[in-house]
């Protein structure tokens, strides 16, 4: 008998580069049927806090608030000394913030939480957050709708003329963390699924060992996913966010993670550090 699994994934270039090979058929395991579920990542943040997916990527961030999953060692997006920027209409300083209205693309991105805690060392006055899609940041910023913006995905390396980048969270985290690599994006899978979960890790990790070594045709896919951007930038991005420890996190990846729930729990920003599940 075939297990039907509801697969949530963003619909976005790193994304789709990894599930390429189980898009199209080109990797796969018996008796394992996917179901794709492309979605905002916050919303999928959202839809496995209420455990209606069986596997999905979700932001680090909000894996702190879930039940009932554990971590895919593969299928993880780390940086590697870079990560999401916070950018203005002018050159300001990133005292500054604290006065200005900023976009974010959610709450539960861990985009957000790295923002929260990096300006808790900046000062105690809290700024006005928007929350709204991560694709209409750069808009808003440059029409005054708001004052800055967080920029994720690929914003993160080719942001709009006009824009000034403010702050990098990527070396802000590399300056508290020993240089750890920063977790930003994980793939989970529901503890129900049992006896099934290692064949799931591992579907996802031959998935993304296909696509770099087809690699030209896995960027082919995810360009359908490139919002506008030129092939060498999609490309740059999934090299980035696409590495080694997207293979297999490893323990250096569990450290990374362990760090940063410990450093959000002491800033007060989470409440308990979760049991991290490795799959």
Do not use: C
Request: hydrophobic share 45%; charged share 25%; proline share 3%.
């Amino acid at each position: 008998m075939s297990m039907r699994l509801r697969v949530g994934h963003t619909p976005d270039a790193d994304d789709a580069f990894m599930f390429y090979a189980i898009a199209e058929g080109k990797v796969g395991i018996e008796g394992i049927e996917v179901e794709h579920i492309i979605r905002d990542i916050e919303e999928l943040n959202r839809m496995a806090i209420n455990n209606e997916l069986d596997v999905t990527a979700v932001s680090a961030h909000a894996y702190a608030y879930t039940k009932g999953y554990a971590i895919l060692r593969s299928g993880a997006s780390f940086g590697l000394s870079y990560g999401p920027i916070v950018v203005a209409r002018s050159a300001i300083s990133a005292d500054e913030l604290a006065y200005m209205r900023i976009a974010v693309p959610g709450r539960l991105t861990t985009a957000y939480l790295l923002l929260d805690m990096a300006l808790r060392d900046y000062f105690q006055r809290d700024p006005a957050i928007v929350e709204m899609r991560f694709d209409e940041i750069e808009d808003a910023v440059l029409s005054n709708k708001v004052d800055a913006g967080l920029l994720i995905h690929e914003a993160q390396i080719a942001y709009k003329h006009g824009l000034h980048k403010v702050l990098d969270l990527g070396a802000w985290w590399s300056s508290i963390s020993s240089n750890l690599p920063l977790p930003l994006g994980i793939d989970v899978a529901s503890l129900s699924l049992g006896n099934a979960l290692p064949q799931v890790s591992l579907l996802l990790k031959r998935s993304i060992a296909y696509a770099y070594e087809h690699f030209d045709d896995a960027l082919d896919y995810a360009m359908n996913y490139s919002r506008g951007k030129d092939r060498d930038t999609i490309a740059r991005f999934v090299k980035m966010y696409v590495n080694n420890l997207t293979l297999d996190m490893g323990d250096v990846g569990y450290k990374a993670l362990k760090r940063l729930y410990s450093l959000a729990r002491s800033k007060g920003v989470i409440v308990d550090e979760p049991e991290i599940i490795l799959i």
